[in-house]
């Protein structure tokens, strides 16, 4: 799913001041046991309230406690731990980008400008769903999902969807591969939605229309397979942006 973003759900997922910030917030530590302790409260509620019929009032309110207390405990120090978390997320995507901390807020301000789409492999809007979400700007790439992924999107060397992936087990499968000039870093979707994973590809290409985005093809004479041949793909993709 690729989409344009109007202004009001630009202001919904940059409502603190950063779009990067609230993608960062959909995962941490503090989550799990946040989770948790509103999982034992109403737990230990409602054992008090079965109970207090055949233990009495004080030994109902005990095992409440005995669940209750313990789940206040987890509830307050994931609510620390994602906020202390959260802090971090300027320095989080300056360090898994190799950008600085402005270049970070540079991404940042142009998500606002025209021009910019979101994208993800399934169609759910929901907030979670927002912050598990790609863009593209005119300058700069997220991919969809919960790591801080931040690339310039003329640094993608190939982009494309496949029905031939070789797999460990010797059999093919469909797949969405993307990687970078770096040669290190790379996306790879196990079994995407085919629409979905076109639809990124084309969006992708509009931005950037040096990338490949076909598993093989052929340039002077020599056929490429861009999934094998992917150091090989990377030298060329850098000549020819050096030729101009």
Request: one cysteine or more.
């Amino acid at each position: 799913m690729v989409f344009v973003p109007d202004d009001k759900l630009k202001g919904k997922m940059a409502k603190n001041g950063s779009v990067l910030q609230y993608m960062y917030s959909v995962s941490g530590a503090g989550k799990g046991l946040i989770a948790m302790g509103a999982m034992l409260i109403p737990i230990g509620v409602g054992l008090a309230a079965a109970l207090s019929g055949t233990l009495g009032t004080q030994s109902a309110v005990l095992v409440a406690a005995a669940l209750g207390g313990p789940g206040i405990l987890l509830l307050i120090l994931g609510v620390l731990l994602q906020q202390k978390r959260e802090k971090g997320w300027l320095q989080a995507y300056a360090k898994t980008s190799g950008f600085s901390e402005q270049e970070v807020l540079q991404a940042d301000q142009e998500f606002r400008q025209p021009g910019t789409v979101l994208f993800s492999f399934d169609k759910g809007k929901d907030t979670n769903s927002l912050k598990k979400m790609g863009f593209i700007t005119s300058t700069y790439i997220r991919f969809p999902g919960t790591a801080p992924f931040l690339r310039h999107v003329n640094d993608i060397v190939a982009c494309f969807y496949t029905k031939k992936y070789l797999c460990r087990d010797g059999g093919y499968d469909r797949a969405f591969v993307a990687y970078f000039t770096d040669g290190e870093n790379g996306v790879l979707m196990d079994s995407p939605p085919e629409k979905a994973s076109l639809e990124i590809v084309e969006a992708i290409e509009a931005r950037n229309p040096m990338v490949i985005t076909s598993h093989h093809f052929t340039y002077e004479g020599k056929t490429y397979d861009a999934v094998r041949d992917a150091d090989e793909v990377v030298a060329l993709h850098k000549r020819l942006r050096a030729e101009g």
